[in-house]
């Protein structure tokens, strides 16, 4: 269907009430109209879009309370009730009968006449904390590591020779004699579980630089001399956000599941960690009415460990650029 024109003259008004000349502004010509893009903040768009992701941070919320803040606003000593023989293998409602109804006899008393709570919550503080440290040293150590060793073909040569050596060490057999050699504190702990593994992560993300190492803009900022680890920090790095996360999400449950193994096995730390309480607790684990005391420690080692993996995988799916479309 054709248009019908309009004839302004039949308007009556003259053409500076019709028209509006705008005067050219360079400073108005190279504004961006489009909306700014946040990276992060398209992130965590994308990441509370799953309620599933809400859930999660709302347990993990509860646990870090829990963990560090419990534990720093009571009075907890293991050993209070230690000459009391009535206090001890106590369920909830035998505790609470004698202690009186209180948060803290929740899960009953343990072998030594302590609140199971308190000492569980004691225990994940020391145990998450141990996972912390190791997972920011070995991270840390190890993506650096890792973006520099996929640029350099000699520190390739001499890193790959390394991993060889050490990576043919059970990973177990070495904690165990260095916990034996040193002291089994907190610290040597610490030392035990991040002298090697940095090496392992360095190699995976080795293996992800060289994959994109060469793409065009990398080789462009090459042939500008642009230093390696330039281009490994600014081009490389950012690249590999979700490769990070990702790694990090499998890295913290991780060193907790080490930690209540070697524990548990008799290698671990001198503090009553998780992995102490739990193989501390393994004979009450058969025995009727001391059932708290062993499974107390290990729900919760696993609900921290689930929540901290699920929510890293999430995490580390909504740092991906592509799930931003």
């Known amino acids: ?24 502004s360079a400073m108005e ?32 919320a509860i646990v870090l309370i829990l963990t560090y803040v419990y534990p720093a606003l009571i009075n907890y000593d293991p050993f209070a009730n230690l000459m009391d023989p009535t206090a001890k293998h106590l369920l909830p409602a035998q505790a609470f009968a004698k202690f009186g109804t209180s948060i803290h006899w929740i899960l009953g008393t343990g072998a030594a006449g302590q609140p199971t709570f308190d000492a569980v919550w004691n225990g994940a503080r020391i ?8 997972a920011a ?5 190890g993506v650096l590591v890792g973006a520099i060793w996929g640029f350099s073909k000699k520190i390739d040569m001499i890193m790959i ?23 089994p504190s907190f610290w040597t702990m610490v030392f035990a579980l991040t002298v090697t593994e940095w090496l ?27 230093p390696i680890t330039r281009i490994a920090t600014k081009n490389i790095l950012p690249f590999m956000t979700s490769l990070i996360v990702t790694q990090l999400a499998i890295e913290i449950p991780a060193y907790i599941s080490y930690e209540v193994f070697l524990a548990f096995i008799g290698m671990g730390i001198s503090d009553m960690s ?8 393994q004979s009450a684990m058969l025995t009727p009415g001391w059932g708290f005391e062993f499974w107390s420690p290990v729900i919760v ?25």
């Open 274 to 281: 998780l992995g102490r309480l739990i193989g501390a607790a």
């Open 200 to 226: 392992f992560v360095a190699s995976f993300f080795r293996t992800q630089v060289i994959i994109i190492r060469d793409r065009e803009y990398n080789l462009a900022s090459r042939c500008l001399g642009t």
């Open 137 to 141: 040293i070995n991270m840390t150590i």
């Open 161 to 183: 020779e390394v991993l060889n050596i050490l990576g043919n060490v059970p990973y177990t057999l070495l904690i165990a004699v260095l916990v034996l050699v040193l002291s």
């Open 301 to 325: 080692s696993a609900i921290v460990t689930i929540s901290l993996y699920v929510a890293g995988q999430n995490l580390g799916d909504a740092s991906d650029p592509r799930t931003h479309m």
């Open 127 to 134: 145990s998450l904390s141990l996972a912390l440290i190791c």
């Open 29 to 60: 010509s190279e504004k961006i109209t489009a909306p700014r893009y946040s990276y992060w903040r398209s992130v965590f768009r994308v990441f509370f879009r799953k309620k599933l992701n809400i859930f999660i941070l709302c347990v993990l």
């Open 1 to 24: 269907m054709a248009q019908e024109l309009i004839n302004f003259e039949k308007t009556g008004l003259t053409d500076e009430e019709l028209f509006t000349f705008v005067d050219h």
